[in-house]
């Protein structure tokens, strides 16, 4: 059995927004339910695990009642960070044949069915995948307001989700390493581990919903698978 852990607890500092990013409707739903009809037709997962804030569970609940999510299973109240909220996604876990977990951020709605079926795929082979994306800008280091290096953008890819891992190494991981205040996403928790962690290419599109601006390039996006 392979199991999602969709991520959505956040408080949306950056987006700027008294509504939490996620909770925010695209073409008439919230982003993320479009998040999760996505993994929701898709076979290599068989049930969701939802990580939100605390307050908003009983809101979200009844919104999500008229969407007939089936492999949604349980809500779960996040943490403080992403790692904690992650962490209490995964201690909801309550089947004896768990294969792979899959986590994954609510606010990324552009992710494609073949995007997670091929991670999932690659971590079962492998142990550890992760979604990845080019980077495409010069990238520039930077101290004290001067740049000092310019960095081969080659060897660099940009992090995306989900990221898929075997169960066991995804639960080491976080019993060994989950006060890193470093740790920004899963597999910086299982690189810690000495684990390969095996890259899979992802489209542009599948963006996270950051700052106003993301919003109304998924919403194009959006409007275009549908049409």
Do not use: W
């Not at 925010?24 to 479009?34: A, M, N, T, Y």
């Not at 790692?83 to 609510?106: F, W, Y």
């Amino acid at each position: 059995m392979n199991i999602a852990v969709i991520v959505a607890a956040g408080n949306s500092r950056r987006f700027g927004a008294q509504t939490p990013k996620q909770f925010l409707e695209i073409l008439g739903k919230p982003v993320i339910v479009h998040t999760l009809l996505r993994f929701e037709i898709c076979s290599a997962i068989d049930e969701v695990i939802l990580v939100l804030a605390s307050d908003e569970i009983a809101n979200l609940s009844a919104v999500l009642e008229k969407y007939n999510l089936k492999k949604l299973k349980k809500i779960v109240a996040g943490g403080d960070i992403r790692s904690q909220s992650v962490l209490n996604g995964l201690r909801a876990i309550d089947q004896p044949d768990i294969k792979i977990v899959a986590v994954h951020d609510g606010a990324r709605p552009m992710v494609s069915v073949a995007e997670i079926t091929e991670v999932v795929a690659k971590a079962e082979e492998i142990g550890a995948a992760c979604l990845v994306a080019d980077v495409t800008d010069t990238i520039k280091e930077v101290v004290d307001g001067k740049i000092t290096n310019t960095i081969n953008r080659r060897r660099l890819k940009r992090a995306l989700t989900p990221q898929a891992f075997r169960y066991e190494i995804l639960k080491r991981a976080f019993a060994e390493n989950i006060g890193d205040e470093n740790a920004t996403d899963e597999c910086f928790l299982v690189e810690k581990l000495g684990f390969e962690i095996a890259v899979v290419e992802g489209s542009a599109k599948n963006i996270k919903i950051t700052y106003p601006e993301d919003q109304m390039i998924a919403e194009f996006f959006l409007r275009e698978k549908e049409n």
